[in-house]
């Protein structure tokens, strides 16, 4: 197995602009909804250090090889992608302070900037040179590069009549999480493992090692967790989250 040599620029370049973004964000809705300085920089820093913290850690896991899967061996993959999601879901739903935060950043933001989903167009790049099998390149490529370009339309459309377009939101919420979805599922049963059902000719070894699969340990859960976080807002709405 061959690993293109742009191919760890590429990942690591785009979680770090990702990473940058969410903060940049945060901050920025804080600041629109006054929260004292002392907090603001207290949220930041910590969601910083637990960002790059988790990063870190999924780099670490990824270059020892954790996550590779082997056609002998049951997959590790699925504990790198829910674990985070089961912690960050508990914090969503069950942390105060953690909803206040929520509140205070714009519904439109949290909607926008998964733009990166666009990125997801590698897995079309790598599926034309051979690297990874269509059954699942086409879905997940498509999929996230469809739910990236539509991120900013549906941020727009809910910044300029948000009762109106609330339920464009959710439809969009949902299609991403379709994405993801089918994108997790088609990944596990096509790469090497007791499990794997589809792609023996062309198994999907690359998204389980360094640095590809740092997409489905890092970045789909950050999606995952945005989108829940966006849903949660419009359940609960709040001043804050109908602010410019």
Known sequence: ??????????????????????????????????????????????????????????????????????????????????????????????????????????????????????????FLILYATGRLPGLFAWPAGLGDVLVGVLAPVVALAYLRLPHENANLVFLWNIFGLVDLVVAVSTGVLTSPSPVQLFAFDQPNELITVFPLVLIPVFLVPVSVLLHLISLSKLNEPSPQSQSE
Do not use: C
Not at 22 to 47: E, S, Y
Not at 59 to 79: F, K
């Open 1 to 122: 197995m061959t690993i293109p040599t742009y191919l760890p620029y590429y990942v690591l370049t785009g979680s770090v602009g990702i990473i940058t973004a969410i903060l940049i964000g945060l901050h920025n809705g804080l600041v629109k909804a006054d929260w004292p300085t002392h907090d603001r920089v207290f949220v930041v820093r910590t969601t910083a250090i637990v960002l790059i913290g988790w990063f870190a850690i999924a780099i670490i896991l990824a270059v020892l090889g954790a996550y590779h899967a082997e056609s002998d061996r049951i997959p590790t993959i699925q504990y790198g992608i829910f674990v985070p999601i089961l912690v960050g879901g508990f914090l969503i739903w069950g942390s105060p302070f953690v909803r206040r935060v929520i509140d205070a950043v714009p519904q439109q933001w949290i909607v926008g900037v998964q733009a990166y989903r666009a990125l997801g167009v590698i």
